[in-house]
């Protein structure tokens, strides 16, 4: 059960879009629609933004959003927010009925 | 609103033994799959164990496997970790957490608790 990879830090100016990719592998990413994104500010419980690759939950702004391309899961958050400042992890599911979490991405809206 | 109240936290001696619990209302938890997320202080977000909605389905991390034991009672709509054999690296604020997906482990964590903090200090 290696992490998944994501890139440690991300920056971008308000009303820019970035996205943050998650790599992982032919038996997790790859075999799965199973890929959820969290947001998590400091001293905060995490936050569902996205489920099953790009499916949001109610009330998740629509400036988020997810997809996936082979081994790869990307969360691209659009017109950046100073609200956005946080820390971003990707999640996939793996066999056998285990989970995986990337390392995180701190984001830094400048 | 679904709320879930993490439980049976605190310091303890490497090899000792802790119970987490975790109580969730608001929600009928016997359609859903549960988990158990940690994190260490300063670091990220680390999956522990989840639970399938009838408990037939159980996953535990590599780190915790033999060690650790995920159960639930959906007629007491609770969720617990049985941590045994403790060690330093288990430090951590334990999170319960709701699976997202119907009847299935996978769909993600929707509703999460505050967590309960671990220490396992000498």
């Known amino acids: 059960q290696s992490a998944l990879t994501q890139v440690a830090s991300m920056s971008g100016s308000p009303g820019q879009s970035i996205t943050i990719s998650c790599t992982g592998a032919?038996?997790?990413?790859?075999?799965?629609?199973?890929v959820s994104w969290y947001q998590q500010h400091p001293g905060k419980v995490p936050k569902l933004l996205i489920y099953?690759?790009?499916k949001r939950p109610s009330g998740v702004s629509d400036r988020f959003s997810g997809s996936k391309s082979g081994n790869t899961a990307s969360l691209t958050i659009s017109g950046l927010q100073a609200e956005d400042e946080a820390d971003y992890y990707c999640?996939?599911?793996?066999?056998?009925?285990?989970?995986?979490f990337g390392a995180g991405t701190k984001v830094t809206v400048l | 609103e679904v709320l879930l109240v993490e439980s049976g936290g605190g310091s303890i001696q490497p090899g000792g033994s802790l119970r987490l619990s975790c109580v969730v209302s608001?929600?009928?938890?016997?359609?859903?799959?549960m988990h158990w997320v940690r994190q260490a202080p300063g670091k990220g977000l680390e999956w522990v164990s989840g639970?399938?909605?009838?408990?037939?389905?159980?996953g535990y991390a590599d780190s915790v496997k033999g060690r650790f034991t995920i159960s639930r009672d959906n007629a007491e709509s609770s969720l617990y970790l049985q941590m045994d054999s403790l060690r330093p690296e288990d430090t951590a604020l334990y999170y319960c957490?709701?699976?997202?997906?119907?009847?299935?482990?996978?769909?993600?964590?929707?509703?999460w608790g505050q967590g309960t903090l671990v220490t396992v200090s000498s």
């Open positions: 957490a709701k699976d997202a997906r119907l009847l299935q482990i996978g769909g993600g964590f929707d509703s």
């Open positions: 608001g929600v009928t938890i016997d359609e859903y799959a």
């Open positions: 639970i399938s909605f009838n408990s037939v389905t159980i």
């Open positions: 032919s038996n997790d990413i790859g075999s799965y629609n199973l």
């Open positions: 099953e690759v790009n």
């Open positions: 999640c996939s599911y793996a066999p056998v009925s285990t989970l995986i």
